[in-house]
């Protein structure tokens, strides 16, 4: 684990063991009120990778990382971009789930030169947020923490990761988790996600009721040369829910970027 400060943020991150800068490295950006325990079941995959270096990233606010979170999407672009810099990142890899891939989006939109390849996972253009569930998170955070996890996962998923989900949101605190709603609220790039032009994968799930299929379908669509996979039986937290099948897709589509 290892930290760096960002215009007075202590930003908490995970590395693999190895880092070499000669390789891509591949970067994974969590969603809305999560920390990069979101990808758990997904560190083991990269942490000794021969061809990929490893960083998975606490946005401000959760995990390990200090601050108070943003509003908008664009903010935590910004911030991931001063990440790279810092770090001095070249040839990444986003990997991204949900808000997350809102992020990942915008760089590849107005940066694609230090992206090699995207894999959007639970995303699209535009991330509505009802506007009960704003109220709810606001005024009923613990009530919105106890019945969450019904709407994020398919019925038949596991139930530990629903407690763990839970327990996450309520680390998080309805703070962070109440403006990160709000940015995947007013967050649109539904006339401007053609212009992407990296190499990209889009993963949705069929039983996702927050960004169902369509919009992975929408952005496979708009996205020039894209790939698309639906996994079926899963719900929004595809790489927890179906992590198996969620790594070897990801594995098979990293295949290309090998030297």
Known sequence: MSEITIEGNKLHYIEGEKFDNSRPTILMIHGAGQSASTWRFQLDLFRNHPSFNLIVLDLPGRGGSGGAGFHTVREYKELVLEFTEHLNLKNIILI???MGGGVAMLIALEH?????????????????????????????????CELSPER??????ADELKQEFKESMLDTGPEVCYWDLIACNEFNIMDAVEKIVVPTIIISADKDILTPSKYGEYLHQKIYGSQLYIVKGSGHFIMQEKAKEFNRVILEFLDGFIE
């Open 96 to 98: 991204a789930h949900s």
């Open 112 to 144: 694609p030169e230090i992206i090699k390849a995207c894999v959007l996972a639970a995303t699209g253009a535009k991330l509505s947020v009802a506007e009960q569930t704003l109220e709810v998170v606001k005024n009923s955070y613990e009530a919105f």
């Open 152 to 157: 994020m996962f398919a019925e038949d998923s």
